[in-house]
């Protein structure tokens, strides 16, 4: 039987990336743009993260004690943002201002993405000539996993609603705040609009591109946020190359899932979270290690379920943005 | 009428595009509370005039003056800041948005959507407007669209409305609801332009009429102290009669026997409801009707390109045998030995492939014949030097992709490749739409060439004018149904306008 | 705000090119590939301090140093192109098949599992060689095609959208090689496989001569060749283009859409198939979750920049392996991490994809305001499209003249 009390925490901190990556994705998507770099720019993310960190550490000689919190906090985070909106700028530079395919130009965008995160991490301790082992940022890693002290002494209610890191609960409050603008404001409607008919936006006064390009690049920073959660607070401030695997590509899959609502994606990320680690809690049977390899498919096979019935039900509201992966060029109506 | 001062006034405007020119020296005036009615001919360069009044394009010449001040529009936003609202043709509407969101779009500040919704509600009640604030653009019909976009312009205080071609999507009901609106609108001192070459609607409802030819402003005249001919005359420079050929038809025999066509669309509304009638060989048959009223599902469904609910389509052959053509696909049709040619009305998205070239499109019919599993190229070129030397279409090679081509241009391949088969039957839809008066009248030799070959010709047209001079006989549908068939040569064009409108007339054969 | 009414002209104006010509086409390609390397050498630069003449000589002879290495660039190639040649019908048709690593991957698993599970009978000489090898040969295409026509099938049937859906049978093949790879790891709890029948090479591609790739490299080439037939001249090919560009088009000649959807996937997937053959058969004797080595998603890229065409596609190849190569040899002498190919992959992608725009679009700089200078743009005028576009939306055309005059 599923013991609740430690899944349901693990299932969120698996979720968290997958909330920003997919909260990400879906302010790009509403711009009319489908970012399939979303993948590189999460590595992206968390490689700034951690060369901000790893700087700042070896500059305090690795010792908790000389850092200071707040700019161990902030540096990486400051990195981690600057280095995704550098990636969306790259995104939006090829695809809305020269009109490139943005298919091509996001699969070129994460294959150089994953190959930096992977090359620098890799690299780091070469280039800078350090004298450790290994990226372990485990002093700065303490800071992101800090948890209210209250956590502890509140049983199973503190286990599954307070042990996280602040930036677990940045992701739900992103999301929301995300829904909220998308749902209540007049940016939030301009921005549905380009995504939709960018013409009719175009003449009704919004200007296409700066939203295309303000979506997009600040869905890039949100999404590399999830890969800085990633090494910072669920790998314990360790890289390891690869590591990180293919949540970027079921978060863009959760956009549709969630049918481009970012409140949902904070629930249906953790709901994913749990089915990536189902396989460790299924009973498996004889041949215990091979089963749970298939076990591991269940969130793309979902995934693909869910592909398949929102494509049966036809619903004009469950449909992807209009314009979603055209490129606009006003004189091409 | 001198001393009033204008709300609006263009001096001397020019626009090129390149060495086109497309508004040359135009001088406009408008008064507050009325109605200018801008008249001209396609391609005379009215969209082109309003579109630089609505931020679209920029003028290479010439000031525009607002209510006495010289303006730059460069935008449309400046547009509206203006006071000026366009009610473009194509309407820009996001579908899966509520009238309410999509009439606020792109204003400043916070977003309200009820006091909005309260604000549109009162417009509508201001003005006389039917719809709905909550409701989504995409369950709307037409005519609401263009409601929303005319209270979308309201909503933002637009004072001078510009409206292009308004009543070209509405029924006639609709254009009297319309017309009976503009003018409460001018009655509260808003002042508008209406774009149209519908002569009775300038007589209608206009204050003022200004005519362009050829980019050129030419005069304009006080609607009550003209006559529609003297207007007809100006706009298109000398006397006019269109003076289709219509011969008699040779030898006619029953060739397209159609008999209660009940077509549903994919959304399960009907479209067409118990259809009858027959085509004939050597024979013109028009078809009238507002548009949407099943022109097209009718020609679908007959090249087998729509499934059909129930009903005969029987195709009859020179002895007299009728094959059914129902439940057919293109490939069946002509595997018959049917030679069907469809001439659609979506020439670039439907009946030509706009980045194949001219040859590869010739080949779209022809690319199956043969048992080889590579396609034959030699037929298709050769086919194409030949449409563009006996059709005089004018392009650079035949190598060139017919998107860059002009519409009359286009339309001459994709008919010149349909009549290439030699067809026992050819459906047309809007043949002559978006062409100028000379492609227009090379269309109309060419059908009359199939006609005299022999070939049922089922003719889908938007003028009526055009289908009392050119056919022979006249279908009119209503809704889905047939109103009424007339004979071409008798035909009253008035009585034909009822029959689009009600269902009503005797059946024919 | 009135007074300089002029300066409000928007600064610059792009346009559609009406013409590209094929020399323009290639010298802007030429200088977006020759910028990227600059820049790639400068990267280098500053993260190894060699000096930028020299890391084109680590590159070159990372790739053509030795035969030995001029081999693993043809073998690379014949690899990389053999996907983008799989991948070329399904783009053309606008059918966007990101699928190419499932597909792959079970063809390689197709193939493996053939050679584990009937090797045993070939050393035994129940069964021959050959036999052996054509069965794996069908297997392979055939795991390949299933696995790009499930996605294909619903993409006809319902619409069902084919990126995420190709995407997603990524994983799901990957897990299931992962399951496979358990099930017969070679010892117990080693994680892999290893080499399969090393003794028999029972279902080992043979090698011609003494050249191991040399097998792989004639059978690509043949696939090009049969590609660029397949795509120019066939009824097929002809077929499969006209439904990329318009299905309503298609549909009104009776191209039946939904079977030249499944067809040409399955054609799409049967040759990602061959690839995970060849990896697997033909070059590793093993099959492992990353045979594939992302090189479905490069050869997205590298059949897009090629425009489907497969002759462009040998070039689009030689010049990203070339650079992966010659990335590898950087990353070795300088002991840096080998993804630094990515990297240098991405830069000239970057570059490339830009490119486009330049030769697919003009750029206007804000002219003089006489107007002589507007109207002395020659023939190659770029507003008369934007000119007979208005003429054709000036609908309702047919409305001309006298309509009411007779009244």
């Known amino acids: ?333 | 009428m001198e001393e009033r001062t204008p709300i609006l006034e263009m001096r001397h405007v020019t626009k090129r595009f390149g060495n086109i020119i497309a508004n040359d020296d135009v001088s406009l005036t408008l008064y507050p509370g009325e109605i200018l009615a801008l008249l001209g001919e396609n391609g005379s360069g009215k969209t082109t005039l309003m579109n630089i009044l609505s931020g679209i394009y920029y003028p290479d010449e010439g000031q525009i003056f607002v209510e006495g001040k010289e303006v730059s529009i460069s935008s449309p936003k400046d547009s509206f800041d203006l006071k000026i609202g366009m009610i473009h043709q194509h309407f820009k509407l996001v579908d899966v948005m509520s009238v309410t969101e999509n009439i606020v779009l792109g204003l400043p500040g916070k977003l309200d959507l009820k006091q909005a919704a309260a604000d549109i509600r009162a417009i509508c009640e201001r003005y006389g407007f039917e719809v709905d604030p909550d409701e989504k653009i995409y369950n709307l019909s037409v005519s609401q669209k263009q409601t929303v976009e005319i209270v979308k312009v309201l909503f933002r205080g637009a004072n001078i409305l510009i409206l292009d071609e308004p009543t070209a999507v509405l029924t006639p009901q609709e254009a009297v609801k319309l017309f009976a609106i503009l003018r409460n609108m001018k009655e509260a001192g808003h002042a508008i332009i209406i774009i149209t070459h519908k002569m009775h609607e300038v007589m209608d409802i206009s204050d003022r009429v200004a005519i362009l030819r050829k980019g050129r402003y030419i005069t304009s005249f006080v609607t009550t102290e003209t006559t529609a001919q003297e207007l007809t005359d100006n706009m298109v420079g000398r006397a006019v009669s269109l003076n289709i050929e219509r011969p008699e038809p040779v030898d006619p025999k029953d060739r397209l026997f159609i008999q209660g066509l009940t077509v549903k669309n994919e959304e399960g509304v009907y479209k067409l409801r118990d259809v009858s009638f027959t085509a004939r060989s050597g024979e013109i048959l028009g078809i009238a009707g507002i548009a949407g009223s099943g022109q097209r599902e009718l020609l679908e469904a007959i090249a087998g390109l729509q499934p059909v609910e129930y009903g005969i389509i029987n195709y009859i052959d020179d002895d007299g045998t009728p094959e059914s053509l129902l439940k057919k696909t293109p490939v069946e049709i002509q595997a018959m030995g049917v030679s069907l040619s469809f001439v659609p009305e979506d020439r670039l998205g439907m009946g030509l492939v706009g980045n194949m070239d001219l040859s590869e499109n010739m080949m779209l019919r022809s690319y199956r014949e043969g048992h080889s599993i590579f396609t034959n190229r030699r037929d298709p070129a050769a086919l194409a030097r030949q449409v563009v030397e006996e059709l005089e279409v004018s392009t650079p090679s035949i190598n060139t992709a017919v998107r860059k081509l002009s519409g009359g241009n286009v339309q001459k391949v994709l008919v010149g490749r349909e009549i290439a088969s030699a067809p026992t039957v050819l459906l047309t839809a809007y043949a002559v739409r978006g062409l100028d008066i000379n492609a227009s009248y090379t269309i109309y030799n060419l059908i009359n060439r199939q006609k005299a070959a022999g070939v049922a010709i089922v003719f889908v047209g938007e003028d009526l004018d055009v289908l009392v001079e050119l056919c022979d006989r006249i279908l009119v549908l209503c809704d889905g149904r047939v109103s009424g068939i007339v004979d071409g040569k008798t035909a009253d064009k008035n009585e034909i306008g009822m029959m689009m409108t009600h269902v009503g007339g005797a059946h024919e054969g | 705000m009135k007074a300089d009414a002029k300066k409000k002209e928007p600064l610059i104006h792009i346009t559609r090119r009406k013409d590209v010509s094929l020399l323009r086409s290639i010298v802007i390609r030429a200088a977006a590939i020759v910028l990227a390397l600059i820049v790639c050498a400068l990267v280098t630069t500053f993260l190894t301090g060699e000096n930028p003449i020299d890391v084109f000589g680590t590159i070159l002879s990372g790739a053509f140093g030795t035969p030995r290495k001029m081999w693993v660039l043809g073998q690379e190639m014949a690899i990389l192109l053999c996907v983008s040649l799989a991948l070329a019908p399904a783009f053309k048709m606008k059918f966007w098949n990101l699928g190419g690593e499932g597909q792959i991957l079970m063809g390689g698993l197709a193939a493996a599992a053939c050679m584990i599970l009937l090797g045993s009978k070939v050393e035994s000489g129940a069964m021959p060689q050959w036999l052996l090898i054509l069965i794996m040969v069908v297997a392979s295409i055939g795991a390949g095609a299933l696995w790009a026509f499930i996605p294909a099938f619903f993409k006809a049937k319902w619409g069902t959208n084919e990126t995420l859906f190709t995407l997603m049978m990524n994983y799901v093949a990957t897990q299931l090689v992962a399951y496979f790879v358990i099930l017969w790891e070679v010892p117990k709890g080693a994680g892999k496989i290893g080499i399969i029948n090393q003794s028999s090479e029972a279902g080992w591609l043979p090698v011609i001569g003494d050249y191991k790739y040399l097998l792989n490299i004639i059978v690509v080439l043949v696939l090009t060749v049969g590609m660029y037939v397949y795509l120019k001249y066939s009824k097929q090919g002809y077929e499969l283009s006209v439904v990329g560009e318009s299905e309503r088009t298609a549909n009104y000649v009776g191209i039946n859409v939904k079977k030249v959807i499944i067809r040409t996937m399955l054609i799409s997937g049967a040759i990602c198939g061959v690839a995970g053959l060849l990896l697997v058969g033909g070059t590793d004797h093993t099959v492992t979750t990353t045979i594939s080595a992302g090189r479905g998603f490069t050869a997205v890229m590298v059949a897009w920049l090629a425009k489907f065409n497969p002759l462009g596609m040998i070039f689009t190849t030689f010049l990203l392996v070339l650079l992966s190569r010659g990335a590898n040899e950087i990353s070795t002498v300088f002991s840096l991490n080998k993804s630094f190919g990515d990297i240098l992959t991405g830069i000239i992608l970057f570059f490339i994809i830009g490119s486009e725009f330049f030769i697919n679009y003009q750029i206007h700089f804000r002219k003089s305001h006489k107007p002589e200078a507007a109207a002395a743009v020659p023939a190659e005028d770029p507003h008369k499209e934007a000119l007979e576009q208005i003429l054709r939306d000036a609908e309702t055309a047919a409305q001309s003249v006298s309509k009411e005059e007779t009244k």
């Not at chain 1, 591109?209 to 869905?219: D, E, F, H, M, N």
């Not at chain 1, 956009?255 to 629930?267: D, E, G």
């Open chain 1, 1 to 333: 039987m599923i013991d609740w009390l430690t899944f349901i925490p693990r299932a969120v901190i698996q979720g968290v990336p997958l909330m920003y990556g997919s909260t990400g994705e879906i302010l790009t998507e509403k711009s009319g743009n489908l970012n399939l770099g979303t993948p590189g720019i999460m590595y992206v993310g968390a490689i700034s993260g951690v060369i901000g960190s790893f700087l700042y550490e070896q500059s305090c000689g690795g010792a908790a004690e000389n850092m200071n919190g707040f700019l161990a906090v902030a540096i990486p985070l400051i990195c981690c943002l600057g280095g995704s909106a550098l990636m969306g700028l790259l995104y939006c530079f090829l695809t809305v201002t020269l009109r490139a395919n943005q298919n091509v130009t996001g699969l070129a965008i994460t294959t150089f993405g994953v190959g930096f995160g992977n090359f620098f991490g890799g690299s780091l301790i070469k280039l800078t000539g350090s004298e450790v082992p290994s990226i372990a940022l485990s002093a700065t890693s303490n800071f992101f996993r800090a948890t209210l002290p209250a956590a502890e002494n509140m049983g199973w209610f503190g286990q599954i609603f307070l042990s996280y890191g602040f930036l677990a609960y940045l992701a739900i409050v992103i999301g929301i705040l995300a829904s909220v603008f998308l749902k209540r404001t007049r940016r939030g409607l301009h921005l549905r609009a380009v995504g939709e008919n960018p013409a009719t936006a175009d003449a009704a006064g919004i200007s296409v591109t700066s939203y295309k390009y303000l979506a997009t690049i600040i869905g890039s920073m949100i999404a590399g946020l999830g890969g800085l959660y990633y090494v910072m607070d669920y790998a314990n401030g360790v890289w390891s190359n690869n590591a990180f695997g293919d949540r970027g590509w079921l978060a863009i899959a959760l956009v549709i899932f969630t049918i481009w609502r970012p409140a949902v994606s904070v629930l249906a990320s953790i709901l994913f979270g749990g089915l990536y680690i189902m396989y460790l809690y299924l009973p498996t049977g004889m041949d215990n290690l091979a089963v749970k390899e298939l076990y591991r498919m269940i969130p793309y096979i979902v995934t693909i379920i869910v592909l398949i019935i929102t494509s049966l039900r036809n619903k004009r509201e469950s449909k992807p943005p209009e314009s979603l992966g055209l490129p606009y060029f006003r004189e091409d109506r």
